[in-house]
């Protein structure tokens, strides 16, 4: 693993969607490792490989890691992981909302070739998904003064990259919701940001994009390489600690420089 940033999230409880993903895993093991308790969770195929991730990130402490399977579409899912978490741990203080649809998107194609169900899932997943783990866990943030959402985003929404026109239109219904949940949970103390990742080089981008995709790629950056999973961290963390304790509404772009916003 990449070294850590020295942000302290000693005594934090955190729960990260998609978690077993090479992002998802990232944001677990850097949580554990700034002191968090982190609730990973995923949907029930990954269950073998989360509870690996939650062995993995526990044994790099000092924080400590549990696994449960989640489908971010289901209430009753995401209400059992918002027990866990009080059961486990005491409560929850921050949510890094990033279980997406990605990998399985597969080639780019045009918007006049996607189906109503590549459509649907996608929007699903991507944007219902994140706002009712929101939904979920707000009264636990209520319950301990406040909390810290942070919800994976990305460039493309600014981009409008072609052939992903799903994805792209979810992505950006997420900026739109974090803006619409910070105004309307700051009142209790909450806030709620973004970040915005370029393409990442890391197993899902390169099962959906040609050989040399990313390489090409990083070349339009201003910092000319490509991203790996850790870039990630450094924002990721900031945002889920009292650190950015005046920041909310906010999406950060974390690209190297390709997109300006």
């Not at 209400?79 to 929850?92: H, K, Q, T």
């Amino acid at each position: 693993m990449s070294s850590r940033p020295s942000i302290d999230l000693t005594g934090d409880v955190v729960m990260v969607t998609g978690a077993t993903g090479d992002i998802g895993a990232e944001y677990v093991c850097a949580l554990v490792s700034a002191g968090a308790d982190v609730i990973a969770t995923d949907v029930a195929q990954t269950a073998e490989a989360g509870q690996e991730l939650a062995d993995r990130a526990t044994e790099l402490g000092p924080g400590k890691a549990v696994f449960t399977t989640v489908d971010v579409t289901s209430d009753d899912d995401l209400a059992a992981a918002a027990v866990l978490a009080v059961e486990r741990f005491g409560g929850l203080d921050a949510l890094i909302n990033n279980a997406a649809i990605y990998r399985s998107l597969g080639p780019k194609r045009s918007l006049r070739e996607l189906s109503n169900d590549d459509w649907d899932t996608t929007l699903r997943v991507n944007v219902r998904g994140s706002w009712q783990a929101i939904k979920a866990v707000t009264p636990l943030f209520i319950e301990r003064g406040g909390g810290r959402v942070v919800n994976i985003s990305s460039t493309v929404a600014r981009a409008g990259v072609p052939g992903f026109a799903h994805y792209v239109a979810s992505k950006a219904a997420v900026d739109g919701l974090t803006r619409a949940a910070a105004r309307e949970l700051g009142a209790h103390n909450i806030r709620v940001n973004g970040v915005a990742p370029g393409l990442v080089s890391d197993s899902a981008t390169e099962a959906i994009n040609p050989d040399g995709y990313a390489a090409r790629s990083a070349q339009t950056r201003a910092l000319a390489r490509e991203m790996t999973p850790s870039d990630l961290v450094g924002a990721v963390l900031w945002l889920a600690s009292q650190t950015s304790g005046f920041v909310t509404g906010q999406t950060i772009l974390v690209d190297g420089g390709q997109v300006f916003a």
